[in-house]
């Protein structure tokens, strides 16, 4: 147990290192401000796949509909700095707390869809959440949101990116985190081992959507105005695409699947005629020669070639 | 305080027109080792899962330490004392072998999803007990030296005992034991045998068996019931049984 | 009589426009009846067949009916093309990286579709000018008599085809239990990549149609009728081919009431709301049975 206390310290060792080497570029204005838009993004992303993963990867509760929780923290964050001048952290967390409560609303009819039947109401959540926004005039209606104040910066994004890092590899390694593994796993046999597996599913959608709404805050902050169409289930297919690529089941897969669909979607952006069909084929190609994503199950923590850093405590 | 443990009575279980399980009654007392046996289809599993609460009954009442469990949910049931394995085995496959004893713990554990996700107050104590009690367990089944490996890569028959491992992680009072030497050689049934005897005085259990095979519920058990098309039509002493010409029609398929 | 006479119109919208999602779920329905997949590009086989009638009727100067033939076939053999190189090598794949590659297909038809015919909406040729008939005031114009007529014609011959053909009770046996269907000496191989060929034969006469009915095709045309179709098959029943019929039909009329009579924004939000309610109430649809899982 010992060993897990000191690969987090590790861990936030090296963010720290990090966070120190981008904010340097950034400052020193090395970076172009499209790349640190970009930088923002990804980092928003590796938020929404890595909760996204908490609930399709970990719990094995097949969502779709992850961009409709971002949309309600985008428009309950903007409504609050914009329009009543609260601070950037109140807003964040009243993101969360809305998306969070919406989560569990949505999560207790809805969990007890199986596997397709629950993908494909999740998508129509999602849908039905961002008709809805589209139809109040207060938040603009079709055509958007209008003069958000930029309170988006690079260190904002990753701290609380850490914070969701960290809140959801704890989750995980827990009593409650292996409550979810064994509804993904068997739900019958979760069932019959005590695990409450109604209330599992939705604490797992319950935590995925704050922390989606978390990262809408985060994401309408970086821009000057967000429209309902930012939200499509596009988008939740993009998220699902990087939970999948980088591996349904390791935090450390959907930190990769996050950098790298942002950046090959920022990569290709100069030839946008060709982004998506190259897109597409990469998916495609993938499904055929990696379908369990670019990590499995796999962590960081429990390579072999980081096995000098990161302590065998194994078992956490 | 009532002896009995389990009681069912007057329990059916109508599938669409179809009774699974009819008229059944019978008990358990505590630290007894009884078996349920009959042919395929009989009803079996049936009676485990209305005892389980997987199914609900159509008609009856089923009391567990003296109070209705009809109507609880599986977890529920389970947190009152009741464990089980299953037929077809259900295992965590993708998950470590001490995982999946580690999750049957879960009720037990006692810490909150803010202990979880910020690492404070008892996780860290209960974590290491629970890994503790988790190895114990493994090592009775022979298993402690796979502890890492994933459920799915194990052998057939450390599959088995890893059923009955995570099953008395969640503390039971009764575990139910569905066909648990289902598909195992001779030798690896015997093995098997000794093992429950052995776990029913270690941990002070009451266990329900069902299987298929008589001569091995003849050898361990203390007092078998019968059942054939849903109903049960025999129990008493693996003696009675043995002699019971309803058992041999049964069984046999012959005249009485 | 204002009221009922516009109540009877917007059916009669609402049968043409649920015609169109109809044909469309036959195809979403059989498919994921027979490999279980939620085929998120059965929406864009559809916009390629209507591009494959504009051309034909642009380009090649055929009339409609020969359009539709043209569409039909050549969509068929792309939906045929579409399963053997993408969704056959994940035959034995966990479902998500098929749905995944579902996605992928998508995007590739969808984006190659725009790289070849521009993104910008075509005009699609008026073909009946204003012919009309009015039944005690209610109007029926020629699109909707077309849309009509042809869906009728198509679903009695898949009809025939599913019930009376040796191809289509080996369909019915492999939608009801692949492997064992396999044991009894069907191809199954054979059997999905006819259903795709069927499936998206029959999406691409909905593009064609819908190209007449509104006048305009675009490369993304196909995204909300695919969702909404699957709706549709979702309500009838999955797997179910009445029920695919029965509900794209409901999907119409309550998507034309809804843009009657509240508002056309929430159009989308109630074939959505359907959805809910139905995996609520009744996740197996309207005509599915209740399977339990065996412990």
Request: charged share 15%.
């Amino acid at each position: 147990m010992k060993y897990l206390r000191k690969n987090d310290f590790i861990m936030i060792g090296f963010a720290v290192v990090l966070f120190a080497v981008l904010q340097g570029l950034i400052a020193g204005r090395i970076l172009s401000s499209f790349w640190q838009l970009n930088l923002l993004i990804v980092g928003i992303n590796i938020i929404m796949a890595v909760s996204l993963n908490l609930i399709n990867g970990y719990t094995g509760q097949f969502s779709l509909g992850h961009a409709g929780f971002m949309a309600v923290g985008a428009y309950v964050g903007v409504v609050l700095t914009t329009n009543f001048h609260l601070p950037f952290l109140a807003a964040l967390a009243a993101g969360a707390v809305a998306a969070g409560i919406l989560g569990f609303l949505i999560g207790i009819p809805t969990l007890r869809l199986r596997g397709d039947y629950l993908a494909i109401a999740t998508l129509g959540l999602g849908e039905i959440i961002r008709i809805v926004i589209m139809n109040i005039d207060y938040v603009g209606g079709a055509a958007g949101f209008k003069g958000i104040p930029h309170h988006t910066t690079f260190a904002w994004v990753f701290f609380i990116m850490l914070f969701a890092l960290f809140f959801i590899k704890n989750f995980v390694n827990s009593n409650q985190g292996r409550a979810c593994l064994a509804i993904r796993e068997n739900e019958i046999a979760a069932e019959s081992m005590g695990v409450n597996t109604t209330k599992y599913k939705i604490m797992a959608f319950t935590i995925g959507a704050s922390f989606a709404g978390v990262a809408g805050v985060l994401f309408a902050h970086s821009f000057y105005l967000i429209s309902p169409n930012s939200f499509t289930f596009m988008q939740s297919f993009n998220y699902l695409i990087m939970v999948v690529m980088g591996g349904l089941g390791s935090i450390t897969g959907s930190i990769a699947g996050a950098f790298v669909v942002t950046f090959i979607s920022a990569a290709l952006a100069s030839w946008p005629e060709f982004r998506m069909i190259i897109y597409a084929l990469a998916l495609i190609l993938m499904m055929f020669y990696r379908p369990q994503g670019l990590f499995g199950y796999m962590e960081v923590t429990n390579m072999r070639i980081f096995r000098k850093i990161f302590k065998k405590g194994g078992r956490g | 305080m009532a002896k009995e443990l389990l009681k069912a009575t007057d329990v059916s279980e109508v599938f669409g027109g179809l009774k699974a399980v009819s008229d059944f009654n019978f008990h358990i007392d505590k630290g007894e080792l009884v078996g349920l046996i009959g042919p395929n289809g009989a009803g079996k599993t049936t009676a485990f899962n209305l005892i389980t609460g997987v199914y609900q009954p159509t008609t009856g009442e089923i009391h567990f330490d003296g109070k209705s469990i009809v109507g609880l949910k599986p977890y529920q049931i389970t947190q009152r004392g009741i464990a089980r394995t299953f037929q077809n085995i259900r295992l965590f496959s993708e998950l470590t072998v001490l995982e999946n004893v580690k999750i049957a713990f879960h009720f037990h554990v006692k810490y909150g999803l803010l202990e979880s996700v910020f690492r404070m107050g008892r996780y860290f104590s209960e974590e290491e007990k629970i890994e503790e009690e988790a190895l114990k367990l493994l090592k009775i089944f022979h298993l402690e030296d796979k502890a890492d490996e994933l459920a799915k890569n194990l052998p057939y028959g450390a599959q088995r005992r890893l059923e009955i491992a995570r099953a008395l992680a969640a503390k039971p009072k009764l575990l139910l034991l569905d066909e648990p030497a289902a598909g195992m050689n001779p030798q690896e049934t015997k093995e098997l045998m000794e093992m429950i005897s052995w776990i029913r005085k270690e941990f002070g259990l009451t266990i329900l068996l069902i299987e298929h095979d008589m001569s091995l519920v003849m050898g361990i058990c203390e007092r078998i019931y019968v059942l054939e098309y849903g109903m049960i039509i025999a129990q008493g002493t693996p003696d009675v049984i043995k002699n019971d010409p309803e058992v041999i029609r049964a069984y046999l398929g012959g005249e009485a | 009589m204002e009221v009922t006479h516009q109540v009877l119109q917007q059916l009669v919208n609402g049968i043409s426009l649920g015609s169109i999602y109809a044909l469309i779920a036959l195809g979403y329905t059989m498919i994921y009846g027979i490999i279980k997949l939620i085929n998120f590009a059965h929406g864009d086989i559809y916009m390629v067949g209507a591009y494959i009638g504009f051309f034909a009727i642009t380009q090649a100067h055929l009339s409609i009916v020969p359009a539709l033939i043209i569409s039909f076939v050549v969509t068929g053999i792309l939906g045929m093309v579409v399963e053997k190189l993408a969704y056959k090598p994940l035959r034995h794949a966990p479902r998500i990286s098929v749905l995944i590659t579902a996605i992928g297909v998508s995007f590739f038809l969808e984006y190659t579709s725009m790289y070849f015919v521009s993104p910008t909406p075509r005009t699609f040729p008026a073909i009946f000018g204003d012919v009309a008939i009015e039944i005690g005031g209610i109007v029926i114009n020629g699109q909707q008599m077309l849309i009509l007529g042809i869906t009728t014609i198509l679903m009695i011959v898949l009809t025939y085809i599913v019930h009376r053909t040796k191809t289509g009770k080996a369909m019915r046996a492999a939608s009801f239990d692949t492997e064992t269907a396999q044991l009894m000496g069907i191809d199954s191989d054979r059997i999905i990549s006819i259903t795709f060929g069927i499936g998206s034969a029959l999406a691409a006469v909905a593009g064609v149609l819908v190209g007449v009915y509104y006048n305009s095709i675009d490369p993304l045309m196909g995204i909300m009728p695919g969702l909404k179709a699957f709706v549709a098959a979702v309500l009838g029943g999955i797997g179910i081919l009445p029920g695919a019929v029965v509900g794209g039909l409901i999907l119409g009329i309550v998507e034309a009431f809804v843009s009657g009579f509240v508002s056309s924004t929430f159009r989308d939000a109630a074939a959505f709301a359907i959805l809910i309610l139905v995996l609520l109430f009744k996740p197996t649809g309207l005509f599915g049975k209740n399977t339990k899982e065996k412990v």
